[in-house]
């Protein structure tokens, strides 16, 4: 393997690896923000010795053997206690790679995983600080790709991410899952930091690719741990339920070239019935918890109208938009509105969804988001107003930073500068 071909591989491995790593890190030094800078340490060596010696066989592994040995040097430069520093020893043992290391390290990411997600959403920092800082550390994802899940600009979230940090540590907040009475008042953000962590990988708002599918594994995996944590809570079933089936879409989503599939365009024997098949029945377990639906249900809910529907036009849109009104009801906000108008859309005809979206223009929250603009473009495109279609798919272009995503909107344009109606 050659320079140039090591460095792709290490830049995919950091991205898949970099989150099970500073988990890894922040178990054994209790600072999360010191392991995210042994991590980058590591990713350093990476760079220093793959080339050379080639990729190992568990480079998750090789980086936190690494970021351990930077640890039990960094604990001695700042004279810590000699029992600490032996334990940090005797924990990284012999220097080799060995099978018994990797299962180990294989053995308790999921845990590790969970108690960096606890801790970034500890709540000695503000809502917005916790989902950022824990999509830096999970995710490996760069402030611009936060900053855009969030709408926020990328200074906000450089800023939020810093300031989290040295909060944490000058808090001395433990690297460990909260007690039973402190669990529930943390839990909400923790599955708004899941669900934000999906939906980057699910549709990446950066990058050549539609999706990033280790992340929505990550998500997912989260999500899981969490429901075996907390059975009794109804949104952790319900955001399991979300997941699981918007997941199931995955092979779909894109043609052999990566180019990304729309949901009506997709073929539906590629969707993964066992994904589906646990998704409803996480629902049904959010359900049979008692309790008026919370966002992520009500979200599974309308992913299930979806999933029953063996042909698009099948879908019951009705029940669809009705979720979303109800959707809108319990967490008000631009993105779901404009959920809804796609859905009236369907149950309604596109104008009466036009009009809905129209009314979205003047949010701030999505000046920049281009699915509004895309939507806009859709439905005036149905309507037959080509020439109005074609100037706002190509707004929604000028917006998106996929290439995946910006070439689907320009083919979009050149359809309607021909005249051409969507066929859905």
């Not at 550390?137 to 906000?156: D, S, Y």
């Not at 050549?208 to 075996?228: F, H, I």
């Not at 399991?240 to 539906?268: F, H, M, N, Y």
């Not at 999933?307 to 879908?315: F, G, Q």
């Amino acid at each position: 393997m050659g320079a140039a071909e090591t460095h792709r591989a290490i830049e995919a491995v950091w991205r898949i690896e970099s989150g099970r790593v500073i988990a890894a890190l922040a178990g054994l030094v209790r600072d999360i923000g010191w392991a995210e800078e042994l991590a980058q340490d590591s990713l350093v060596a990476a760079l220093e010795q793959w080339p050379r010696d080639g990729v190992p066989g568990n480079p998750g592994a090789w980086l936190t053997a690494v970021g351990k040995r930077r640890a039990v040097d960094g604990l001695r430069r700042r004279r810590l206690l000699d029992r600490k520093v032996a334990e940090l020893g005797h924990e990284l043992g012999d220097d080799r790679f060995t099978p018994d290391f990797d299962a180990a390290f294989d053995e308790r990411i999921d845990d590790d995983l969970l108690r960096l997600v606890f801790t970034a959403c500890h709540p000695v920092l503000s809502p917005q600080a916790r989902a950022a800082l824990t999509l830096r550390m999970l995710g490996g994802l760069k402030a611009e790709e936060i900053a855009r899940a969030f709408l926020v600009p990328e200074t906000t979230v450089a800023q939020r991410i810093t300031r989290a940090k040295k909060t944490l540590a000058e808090a001395q907040v433990p690297f460990e899952v909260p007690g039973v009475a402190e669990r529930g008042e943390r839990l909400a953000s923790v599955l708004e930091v899941i669900y934000l962590i999906f939906n980057e990988g699910y549709s990446a708002t950066a990058g050549d690719d539609w999706m990033r599918p280790q992340l929505c594994a990550d998500a997912l995996r989260l999500a899981r741990v969490l429901q075996g944590l907390m059975p009794d809570e109804p949104e952790v079933h319900g955001l399991a339920a979300l997941l699981e089936i918007q997941a199931s879409r995955t092979a779909a989503r894109t043609d052999p070239a990566g180019e990304p599939i729309l949901l009506l365009d997709q073929d539906r024997s590629r969707w993964d019935r066992l994904l589906i098949r646990r998704g409803l029945a996480a629902l049904d377990r959010a359900r049979a918890a008692g309790g008026p639906p919370g966002p992520y249900t009500l979200q599974a809910e309308i992913a299930a109208c979806h999933a029953r529907a063996r042909a698009p036009e099948e879908t019951d849109w009705a029940r669809i938009a009705a979720g979303y009104a109800e959707l809108a009801r319990v967490a008000p906000s631009p993105v779901v509105e404009l959920n809804r108008a796609v859905a009236v859309s369907f149950a309604d005809g596109p104008a009466a969804g036009l009009e809905l979206a129209r009314a979205l223009v003047d949010e701030p929250a999505l000046a920049r988001y281009h699915l509004l603009p895309s939507v806009i473009a859709d439905l005036l495109a149905k309507l037959g107003r080509h020439d109005e279609a074609r100037a706002e798919f190509e707004r929604a272009a000028q917006l998106t930073s996929n290439e995946r995503e910006r070439a689907l909107l320009l083919d979009r344009a050149a359809d309607c500068a021909r005249g051409i109606a969507p066929t859905r």
